[in-house]
């Protein structure tokens, strides 16, 4: 089962480009890349998923290396309203939540 | 497209009693998740089913937990007796089948044990 690491917090101001990084050493051939951001008392909400190289969607960004080890998000241009936790995961049928990566927006 | 429903939305109950969490999945999604996710942490599944079988439960505790999927749609998760610990989200979430697809969660079931 492919675990993942990823910074706990980030700051960042509005406007900006936010890029969160997400470690996944023992990614599996048959793992997709996953992300998901959850606000307070609300449940995950699916933001973009990827197998290989960049996935673009109307939210953001999903670059992936050849070696698949690593994946970054990349949320272009950061409103207050982007202000949640942001999980990275790993797997097909079976998804393993981290801590993830509570961003916070600042005005 | 309707979400995943799931009610009740908030539950306070004291410890020692029971509780049961319904969810109802997206139409035609065949795999359904029960997760539970406490404060500052990420959801933890507690089981997965695959139609109405459970396909993967170890991180249920059995003891006190139980759940099923009659006619592999709606699902019921309950606890029987409460402890203080259970105090947590019950997130519900499906996916249809296939690979790659999406998992979609419900806003989950708050539940405070006094």
């Known amino acids: 089962l492919a675990k993942t690491t990823q910074p706990i917090s980030m700051d960042s101001y509005e406007g900006q480009e936010v890029n969160i990084t997400c470690s996944h050493n023992?990614?599996?051939?048959?793992?997709?890349i996953t992300w998901y951001q959850q606000f307070p008392s609300q449940g995950p909400r699916f933001i973009i998923q990827?197998?290989?190289t960049k996935v673009t969607n109307e939210v953001a960004s999903l670059f992936i290396p050849a070696d698949r080890k690593s994946s970054t998000l990349s949320l272009p241009r950061v409103s207050l309203s982007d202000t949640a936790v942001y999980y990275c995961?790993?797997?097909?049928?079976?998804?393993?939540f981290g801590t993830g990566t509570r961003l916070t927006v600042i005005p | 497209e309707a979400g995943v429903v799931q009610s009740p939305r908030y539950k306070i109950i004291e410890k020692k009693q029971p509780v049961a969490f319904w969810c109802n999945p997206i139409?035609?999604?065949?795999?359904l998740y029960w997760y539970r996710q406490n404060l500052g942490q990420g959801p933890e599944l507690l089981i997965r089913?695959?139609?109405?079988?459970?396909?993967?439960d170890s991180q249920l505790p059995k003891d006190r937990f139980s759940a099923e999927r009659l006619k592999g749609v709606d699902s019921t998760l309950k606890i029987q007796p409460a402890e203080l610990g259970d105090s947590a989200v019950y997130l519900c979430?499906?996916?249809?089948?296939?690979?790659?697809?999406?998992?979609?969660f419900g806003e989950g079931s708050w539940l405070t044990v006094v």
């Open positions: 979430a499906s996916r249809p089948g296939g690979t790659g697809n999406t998992i979609y």
């Open positions: 023992n990614i599996a051939t048959n793992d997709y």
């Open positions: 990827g197998y290989k």
């Open positions: 995961l790993v797997g097909d049928k079976f998804l393993f």
């Open positions: 139409s035609g999604h065949n795999t």
């Open positions: 089913y695959e139609n109405e079988e459970a396909v993967d």
